[in-house]
């Protein structure tokens, strides 16, 4: 069986890369509707 070697820890890393990305983009437009929603800006920063 032949595989192409991989490292563990790259995966890892791509994979939390991915996860933070998605996390950050899906929290800033979720921000954005809630912000708009409300119609004023919010009290505490998530950053």
Do not use: C
């Not at 069986?1 to 979720?30: K, S």
């Amino acid at each position: 069986m032949i595989m192409i070697e991989v490292p563990i820890g790259l995966i890892i890393f791509t994979a939390l890369i991915i996860g933070i990305v998605i996390g950050w983009i899906g929290g800033a437009i979720t921000a954005a509707e809630v912000m708009k929603r409300n119609g004023r800006r919010l009290n505490h920063d998530d950053a």
